[in-house]
């Protein structure tokens, strides 16, 4: 029986991998409580929560640099 926390912390991982690279990861799966599977690499679930983390912090930084290339080109374009 898999744990609920499990659970989520791959829907996170999940989320946060599609934001990022706009496509699901592969081979996702809970092993147990302690274990799930990444793209064929075991790992802890505390380890996928970190990772999960380190994800949704590259993906923020993407966001912040887009918009600051865009309000550049606005204010470039309204000179």
């Keep these: 029986m898999t744990s609920v926390r499990s659970e989520t912390v791959i829907d996170h991982y ?7 690279y706009n496509r699901l990861p592969k081979d996702l799966r809970v092993l147990d409580n302690e274990w799930v599977i990444v793209n064929g690499a075991r790992m802890r679930v505390k380890e996928l929560e970190y990772l999960t983390q380190q994800l949704q912090q590259e993906y923020k930084q993407g966001i912040i640099e887009k918009r600051s290339i865009v ?8 000179r």
């Design 14 to 20: 999940a989320e946060a991998y599609r934001n990022l």
């Design 71 to 78: 309000t550049r080109l606005v204010r470039w374009l309204k």
